[in-house]
């Protein structure tokens, strides 16, 4: 509703026209009689409301606060609404011009706006209303409530000519449009801001005065309960979900750290015994292990003293697995090619330091026992540590 | 890997024929165009003669005899390319031939050459196919959209270039670059959505064929202690992985690729050339087209090409005619800077930090250790700029200001610190200007 549209030629000859009759009314004098039986009776009496203003844009939104005349009104309404739902230029020129013709239509549906069971007769006049602007409807019952003092119908061409010369015969925009069905609905303060073309704008009734606000601190009031029983409803419901979910997430952080602990260890276990030292001749690479646990156990001279080493099968490059070449009595990456010393000491490539070595002992029966928990860094000068070597 | 050179042969010529057949075919479209829509008859009869000999070729490659590059050629492109120095030669070639490209791109733009260019290329690669060790690399399921992307580059690089000189000319006569002639607005429909559709269906057909004519490259199961030999990354994270070999994995990993990412962020607010905007231009941006091109070029492409056809098992250097022999042997061994400076210069020993040494004591001496590579490098990223400026970049620096000029000199000289490391290692075998291996700090 708000929001700015380009008004089309006819919501615009509508509107100018509202304008012009209104000003001829001076406020309306009609329309005001028509309008408070309806506000003061009671605003839920829905099919009062929605019948004292058969022409009345929001009559939909009052049909919505009661439900059951709605569900009448509807097929009553369907029917009668089919010739059109958005009046062509056409039709609301000719209706304009005619104004006789037009009113008829119109008018005993007002009178019968009294009587509340005329809700249904009530309903054609409305029903196309919602489609097209409201303020054309408004303009179309203002002008259709009055038809004795309308004044003399004015031409098209006119009517757009003083629009264009900015003249502002009526509203431009939907927006400011906007404001039309509640100014019909309340029909004693808004018509004023709608015309500013129009005389003084009349005394406020008494009666407008006193209701309307009690009615508003009313509503606020029980509004207000309402929100503070929705906040409360949906604060408790709010900290129940959340507590449900914290409770949730904690148990799954749970059962993940529970998944640190399996039952059953399906790998190797880290210390384990590798055979006799003779099986590992002086000068040579044993590659047993080195599928199923990742270790070499090497047979070499580290600073001139011959020992058994166990050499972690990981590059310090990047973490891939080099290959033993025999022939060439290295460790070559296939990864970035790094290569090393047969003790695990880098010398090509771009491994940025020795091989590691894992902690080997003699066991008591006399096998070589390899701990992989333990590692001894080269460049950190942990390779005296008597713990990663067995001396031969 | 030693196939049966008869059954090799066979393979080959199933290839070879039906190649030398296309690019026949190719060149008769081409003749047919020239003559009859170019009305250039002379060129239409030289590309007749051309398709003519492919004819040839091709009848040759059915029946089993497909010519091929002599041994002693193989043997020379092999030594060059991988000689004893790594890829010295190779990566230096590249560099003359792009610039030598550069400047003579008034000539290399026009059709007829490019088309030549283009029929001797493949020409080549016909006759470097009876190379087995040629045609296992370019054969290969991982490598045949390496090939054919390298070829999609040199193409794209040819229009891009052709379309710059053809601008540049016109600038230079006043006229407007020629994109600016063809303003006028295409409909989306049905223009641009019929041209989508048509590009959809022929890569739907060609993805299609390639699925159906090329089996995937699948490998063995994955295993702990077994790594494929050479293991290869990606296509392209070739150029990454080539770049590891040179520096450490948090340098070459992290930093540098970081510093490609935020240099590309940083290229419009450092460009301070509002020109070449909408249009190729070449002469209008020298500075960021030469520049752009280093980057992709030469430290991308051909990094991805030597990772391609220049590595092999250990990730040793082999030629492209080479076999790949897991026991190649090289001479790789590695040496630090401080190594050169300590015991070749000052005959000493280096030294090392030892278990005992107290915390002040062990930073003296790194700082002593590492201290020429740690100037070097000072002087490399903080004092070559204000050198730069005030020489080479003089009227850049006055138009972008220090913080800009700053950043771009700092990213131009990251970028060209891989080539100048690459030739450096293969030239002097130099690993590390600074190696501080105690807080896993090399450079």
Redesign the interface.
């Known amino acids: 509703m708000a929001e700015k549209k380009k008004l089309s030629v006819a919501e615009i000859l509508a509107a100018a026209r509202k304008a012009d009759s209104g000003g001829n009314e001076g406020g309306g004098a009609p329309s005001e009689k028509a309008a408070p039986p309806a506000e003061e009776s009671s605003p839920a009496a829905a099919p009062a409301q929605s019948a004292s203003a058969p022409s009345e844009p929001p009559a939909p939104a009052t049909a919505a606060k009661s439900p059951p005349p709605k569900s009448i009104e509807k097929p009553a309404a369907k029917p009668a609404a089919a010739p059109g739902d958005r009046p062509s230029v056409k039709d609301m020129l000719a209706m304009a011009r005619a104004g006789k013709s037009a009113a008829p239509t119109v008018k005993p549906a007002a009178e019968a706006a009294a009587e509340e069971s005329a809700a249904e007769k009530a309903k054609p006049a409305p029903k196309p209303a919602p489609k097209s602007a409201p303020g054309v409807q408004a303009a179309k019952a203002a002008k259709s409530e009055s038809p004795a003092e309308a004044a003399a119908p004015r031409s098209t061409a006119s009517i757009l000519e003083a629009v264009r010369a900015g003249k502002r015969l009526g509203p431009i925009s939907k927006s400011e449009l906007a404001p039309a069905p509640a100014a019909v609905e309340a029909e004693v303060v808004k018509p004023a801001k709608m015309k500013p073309a129009a005389g003084p704008m009349p005394a406020k009734p008494d009666y407008a005065k006193k209701t309307s606000p009690a009615v508003k601190d009313e509503a606020i009031e029980s509004r207000r309960t309402a929100v503070g029983f929705l906040g409360f409803a949906v604060g408790s419901f709010l900290a129940a979900g959340f507590s449900a979910m914290t409770a949730t997430f904690g148990l799954w952080t749970l059962g993940f750290a529970r998944f640190m602990f399996p039952n059953i260890l399906t790998e190797p276990p880290n210390r384990f015994k590798v055979g006799f030292p003779a099986d590992i001749p002086p000068g040579t690479v044993n590659e047993k292990f ?3 646990s ?1 270790v070499w156990l090497v047979n070499a001279e580290y600073n001139g003293k011959p020992q058994i080493i166990a050499l972690s ?1 990981i590059c310090t ?2 973490g ?4 033993w ?1 025999e ?2 009595q290295k460790f ?6 790094s ?1 090393f010393y047969k003790e695990g000491i880098n ?4 491994a ?2 020795p091989l590691e070595r894992f902690a080997i002992r003699l066991a008591d029966d006399g096998q070589l026992e390899v701990d992989k928990s333990r590692t001894f860094q080269e ?3 942990e390779w005296s540590n008597p713990d990663c070597f067995v001396p031969v | 890997m030693h196939v049966d050179h008869v059954l090799f042969m066979q393979q080959v010529s199933a290839f070879l024929g039906p190649y030398y057949l296309t690019l026949a075919l190719l060149n008769a479209i081409a003749a047919a165009v020239l003559t009859y829509q170019l009305k250039n008859a002379r060129a239409g009869l030289i590309s007749v003669g051309v398709s003519f000999f492919f004819v040839i070729l091709s009848a040759f490659a059915w029946n089993g005899l497909p010519p091929g590059l002599p041994q002693s050629v193989r043997d020379m492109a092999n030594v060059a390319l991988t000689g004893n120095r790594g890829a010295v030669i190779y990566t230096l070639g590249t560099t003359a031939l792009l610039i030598a490209l550069f400047f003579t791109r008034k000539y290399w733009v026009r059709p007829a050459v490019a088309w030549g260019a283009l029929n001797a290329a493949l020409l080549l690669m016909g006759l470097s196919m009876i190379s087995p060790a040629f045609f296992n690399i370019v054969s290969k399921a991982d490598n045949v959209p390496i090939v054919s992307l390298v070829f999609l580059l040199g193409f794209f690089t040819w229009l891009a270039t052709s379309k710059a000189v053809a601008n540049d000319e016109r600038a230079k006569q006043g006229l407007p670059p020629l994109e600016k002639l063809d303003d006028e607005k295409i409909l989306v429909w049905p223009d641009l959505v019929y041209t989508e559709l048509i590009c959809m269906v022929v890569v739907t057909v060609v993805l299609l064929v390639w699925a159906i004519g090329l089996k995937a490259p699948l490998e063995f199961c994955a295993e702990r202690a077994k790594t494929p030999n050479p293991s290869k990354a990606p296509w392209y994270f070739l150029g990454l992985q080539e770049m590891l070999v040179y520096y450490d994995p948090w340098m070459a990993g992290v930093v540098l690729p970081s510093l490609v990412l935020f240099g590309l962020m940083a290229i419009p607010y450092i460009d301070f050339n509002k020109k070449g905007c909408g249009y190729y231009t070449i002469a209008q941006r020298k500075f960021a087209y030469c520049m752009f091109q280093i980057g992709f070029l030469e430290l991308w492409v051909t990094l991805i090409v030597l990772g391609t056809f220049l590595r092999g098992p250990n990730w040793n250097f082999f030629g492209p005619f080479e076999d790949w022999d897991t026991h190649k042997v090289l001479a790789l061994n590695n040496v630090n800077l401080s190594d050169y400076f300590w015991i070749d210069v000052l005959g000493a020993s280096v030294p090392r930090v030892t278990s005992d040494m107290t915390g002040g004591d062990a930073v003296i001496t790194v700082l002593k250790r590492e201290g020429l590579g740690i100037v070097l490098l000072l002087i490399y990223f903080i004092g070559l700029p204000p050198v730069l400026a005030s020489t080479v970049f003089r009227k850049m620096f006055v138009r972008m200001g220090f913080i800009r000029y700053m950043v771009m000199c700092n990213l131009l000289l990251f970028m060209t610190a891989l080539p100048l490391k690459m030739v450096l290692r293969w030239t002097v075998n130099l690993k590390y200007i600074i190696y501080i291996p105690e807080i896993f700090l090399n450079f």
């Open positions: 080195k599928t199923q990742g099968a490059h990047l891939c697995t080099p290959n070449l022939a060439e070559k990456c296939p990864c970035h090619g290569g010398f090509e490539g771009p940025p330091r460049e950190k000068g």
